[in-house]
């Protein structure tokens, strides 16, 4: 699969989200098949559970209606990307700052907030890029053709998730919603909405440094690369976390080197 297939096939996830929201079931989700979790087990360590400080990705939706629906959206990229989301409807007075209510939610569970509103006057969107946070002004986006709009609302659903997470981080934007946009026609000669794989993959990279994590658990090996793992409790556990403590004291200042190969 080239890089175009693939951009295309996560754009075509990202505009179907309402089917795949109302084909997801509340079931175990296993890594492998169950009959082949002892072998997994022994090789990864066994799953563990997200960390007690573990956040989520906050969206505040204070559009007079919620259409497209939100959630139809959140749940889909919630497993795309392996993340928390929370969606939650809010009132935003005329009198209230989008600014100060967003910040106000980046506290306790949220490492990063997404505030979807309805202005005039204000621009279509303000990120704080190191703060996570950001605010969407879906009025100026608003049309009479409800797929025109329903189009926009998924490029900036995944634009805005992008920016907060970092996903701007990465140069391979053709064909997903982190493309450069300057104004509101920009919209509709896009093409893709989604984003691409490495994108995905610089989300992977930033998540954990906003504390975010899937709401599943994951290989104790995972949580032992990405800093955060439990003490072990079994044989396996303890080799991924005495590798990873020697990584630790090995640091930048003691690499590991890899002799030339020798000569015939």
């Not at 080239?2 to 997801?24: E, F, G, K, V, W």
């Not at 360590?45 to 209606?65: I, N, T, Y």
Request: charged share 20%; hydrophobic share 45%; proline share 8%.
């Amino acid at each position: 699969m080239n890089m175009r297939t693939t951009i295309a096939a996560i754009a075509a996830i990202a505009l179907s989200a309402q089917a795949l929201a109302d084909a997801a079931q509340t079931q175990m989700v296993y890594p492998v098949h169950p009959s082949k979790m002892a072998e997994w087990n022994a090789k990864t360590g066994g799953l563990v559970p997200p960390p007690e400080f573990a956040k989520h990705l906050l969206f505040l939706d204070a559009r007079a209606e919620n259409i497209p629906d939100l959630a139809k959206f959140a749940g889909p990229a919630e497993r795309m990307l392996s993340l928390a989301i929370e969606t939650k409807r809010i009132d935003l007075p005329v009198d209230a700052s989008p600014q100060k209510t967003a910040f106000a939610a980046k506290t306790g569970k949220a490492g990063a907030v997404i505030l979807l509103y309805e202005r005039a006057d204000d621009p279509t969107e303000t990120a704080f890029l190191e703060d996570g946070v950001m605010l969407v002004n879906m009025e100026k986006l608003k049309c009479a053709d409800p797929n025109r709009f329903s189009r926009r609302f998924a490029t900036e659903f995944w634009r805005s998730i992008g920016f907060v997470l970092g996903a701007y981080a990465s140069t391979a934007q053709m064909g997903s919603s982190m493309q450069g946009i300057f104004s509101v026609v920009d919209f509709d000669t896009l093409k893709g909405a989604g984003l691409a794989p490495m994108q995905v993959a610089a989300i992977s990279a930033n998540k954990p440094k906003l504390g975010i994590f899937s709401r599943n658990g994951v290989p104790y090996s995972r949580a032992c690369k990405e800093g955060w793992a439990p003490p072990p409790t079994n044989d396996v556990q303890r080799a991924f976390w005495n590798k990873m403590q020697a990584d630790k004291e090995r640091g930048p200042s003691n690499p590991i080197t890899i002799p030339p190969p020798a000569k015939k």
